[in-house]
């Protein structure tokens, strides 16, 4: 069965750094683009990073030159490094192995950012 667990959320200030995992169990890691997404209170869920299986990263706007995704293929375990955070930063993060049509999806893990 399926599974991705996410790691790593919490209370932070302003300018703190924070390193989210997600580790997965039963799928085959390796062959999956993965992402992490994040949902607000009141907003809809969006794309924050995703690394392909070859390592390709792409990032959503606000977060360039201050988050960092990484994989380690022999863990099966997605990494976001989360550096000058922000409070619009808040929300809930979810890790996502892009399986089609159907996603595999963790639970998600809550980061919140105090100013």
């Known amino acids: 069965q399926a599974r991705l667990v996410e790691r790593g959320g919490g209370l932070v200030q302003a300018g703190g750094s924070l390193r989210l995992s997600c580790t997965a169990s039963g799928i085959t890691f390796k062959i999956y683009t993965m992402g992490w997404f994040r949902q607000a209170p009141g907003k809809q869920r969006e794309l924050v990073a995703r690394i392909s299986s070859d390592g390709t990263t792409t990032y959503e706007d606000s977060v360039k030159g201050r988050f960092t995704i990484s994989r380690d293929n022999a863990w099966n375990t997605v990494f976001l490094q989360m550096n000058s955070l922000k409070p619009e930063d808040t929300a809930v993060y979810y890790c996502?192995?892009?399986?089609?049509?159907?996603?595999?999806w963790g639970q998600g893990t809550q980061v919140t950012v105090s100013s």
């Open positions: 996502n192995a892009d399986r089609k049509p159907y996603p595999y």
